[in-house]
Nanobody, 127 residues
Framework: QVQLAESGGGLVQPGGSLTLSCAVTGRSFTGRTTAWFRQAPGKEREFVAAIFRAISNTYYAGSVKGRFTISRDNAKNTMYLKMNSLGPEDTAIYYC????????????????????WGQGTQVTVSS
């Protein structure tokens, strides 16, 4: 059974940093796309960042590019999202997701393309 568990969320002041982690059990990362999404109160879930199959193929939403960095450790089956220069607009529940190695690049930013999800971790940016 595949399970994803996020951690690292919390309250941070504007301009601060946080690093989220997502530990995956039951599936190897090899050949799979791993991603982070987020959902703010009253808004739809949105794509944040992804690693498409290989570690070098990273993709970001325009709103976080240059501030967030996605990475993963295949040996530990853990993915990360380092978030810098956080602002109130980054307040949301953050979810990690993994596919079954079937996703195509054109659907990378679609949540429906992913097969497994974590329970989410709250990130609140406030002074």
């Amino acid at each position: 059974q595949v399970q994803l568990a996020e951690s690292g969320g919390g309250l941070v002041q504007p301009g601060g940093s946080l690093t989220l982690s997502c530990a995956v059990t039951g599936r190897s990362f090899t050949g799979r796309t791993t991603a982070w999404f987020r959902q703010a109160p009253g808004k739809e879930r949105e794509f944040v960042a992804a690693i498409f199959r290989a570690i070098s193929n990273t993709y970001y939403a325009g709103s976080v590019k240059g501030r967030f960095t996605i990475s993963r450790d295949n040996a530990k089956n853990t993915m990360y999202l380092k978030m810098n220069s956080l602002g109130p607009e980054d307040t949301a529940i953050y979810y990690c997701a993994v596919d079954n190695a079937r996703i195509i690049l054109s659907r990378l930013r679609s949540g429906e393309a992913y097969d497994y999800w974590g329970q989410g971790t709250q990130v609140t940016v406030s002074s």
